[in-house]
Nanobody, 122 residues
Framework: QVQLVESGGGLVQAGGSLRLSCAASGSIFSINTMGWYRQAPGKQRTLVAHITMRGNTYIASSVKGRFTISRDNAKNTTYLQMNSLNPTDTAVYYC????????????????WGQGTQVTVSS
């Protein structure tokens, strides 16, 4: 069974930084894309950033220049470095991975982590 485990959330003052990590584990054959979404109270979940196996990245315009996504394929882990945080970044951040398991080759499925809270105080 595949699991995505996030870490690194917490409370930070405006202007501060946090680094989120997400490690995928289980019977994984390959991971196509790993990414981060966020959901603020009363709002829809939105894409923040994603990165492909080859390292191609997408960063949402709302965080471009402040957030950076990276990935360690050997560890099945993705990171979200968040700088210059402001209160509008407050949300639950969810890790996402599109991957195939050994038992489902070649089909890829969408997996989610449990979410980690990021709170930015003014």
């Amino acid at each position: 069974q595949v699991q995505l485990v996030e870490s690194g959330g917490g409370l930070v003052q405006a202007g501060g930084s946090l680094r989120l990590s997400c490690a995928a584990s289980g019977s994984i054959f390959s991971i196509n894309t790993m990414g981060w979404y966020r959901q603020a109270p009363g709002k829809q979940r939105t894409l923040v950033a994603h990165i492909t196996m080859r390292g191609n990245t997408y960063i949402a315009s709302s965080v471009k220049g402040r957030f950076t996504i990276s990935r360690d394929n050997a560890k099945n882990t993705t990171y979200l470095q968040m700088n210059s945080l402001n209160p509008t970044d407050t949300a639950v951040y969810y890790c996402n991975a599109i991957l195939s398991e050994w038992s489902t080759i070649p089909t890829s499925r969408n997996y989610w982590g449990q979410g980690t809270q990021v709170t930015v105080s003014s």
